[in-house]
């Protein structure tokens, strides 16, 4: 297995309803990231959360972060279609002076009008 | 709000050629970072760029791979001898140490 995997793969809801993105980890974290990428487009940052932090929120976002179980969840409440897009998780783990993000699989959300 | 600029966002090259890919990281950060994605795969860390050197790089980066920040401003990734399989989006990315990272839009990069 490798560093930030997502799961599930692939989530197709409707309009409205919750969506929830999991990833794992393996090595100690400095902290972990999510992105969004529309098809084909660049990286988009969504939400950085420390290794020292449990929750955090921003506008329609939940993130969470189990350090003891390395994993964390992306919440999207009230999904809209333009939500649709591929979703990673990527770790950072600080060694010297500058560090590389190990990103997973992806999780393709797609929300249905 | 501040944007990593990479140019051109889409280059087509002979196999055999050699490519530059260009990037404008955001002014004040110290950290300048290459990965890349080959289609429909993970993105996959390149090199991290800081203090006018390399500071890790990954066994991707061989040495037909090389980095430069020639004027200050501008953060160059060249390939010497482009194969195919070095057909992906590649993506500049900076940051300042303990926040978020901040990636261009990427340039596609094909060769045929």
């Known amino acids: 297995s490798q560093q930030g995997e997502e799961d599930p793969q692939a989530l197709s809801i409707q309009e409205g309803e919750n969506a929830t993105m999991n990833c794992s980890y393996k090595?100690?974290?400095?902290?972990l990231q999510w992105y969004r990428q529309n098809s084909g487009r660049g990286l988009v940052h969504l939400i950085l959360?420390?290794?020292?932090?449990r929750e955090k929120h921003s506008g329609r976002l939940r993130v969470t972060l189990d350090t003891s179980k390395k994993s964390s969840s992306l919440l999207i409440t009230a999904s809209r279609a333009a939500d649709t897009a591929s979703y990673f998780c990527?770790?950072?783990?600080?060694?010297?002076?500058?560090?590389?993000?190990?990103f997973g699989e992806g999780t393709q959300l797609t929300v249905n009008p | 709000e501040p944007e990593v600029t990479q140019t051109p966002s889409h280059q087509v090259t002979q196999m055999g050629q050699e490519v530059i890919l260009r990037c404008v990281p955001i002014?004040?950060?110290?950290?300048f970072y290459w990965y890349r994605q080959i289609l429909g795969q993970k993105v996959e860390f390149l090199v991290s760029?800081?203090?006018?050197?390399?500071?890790?790089k990954s066994e991707i980066f061989d040495d037909q791979f090389s980095v430069e920040r020639p004027d200050g401003s501008n953060f160059t990734l060249k390939i010497r001898s482009t194969k195919l399989e070095d057909s992906a989006m590649y993506f500049c990315?900076?940051?300042?140490?303990?926040?978020?990272?901040?990636f261009g839009s990427g340039t596609r990069l094909t060769v045929v």
């Open positions: 990315a900076s940051s300042v140490r303990y926040y978020g990272y901040t």
């Open positions: 760029f800081y203090n006018n050197e390399i500071s890790e």
């Open positions: 002014s004040n950060h110290l950290y």
């Open positions: 990527a770790t950072d783990a600080w060694e010297t002076s500058g560090s590389r993000l190990t």
């Open positions: 090595t100690s974290i400095n902290n």
């Open positions: 959360i420390r290794s020292n932090e």
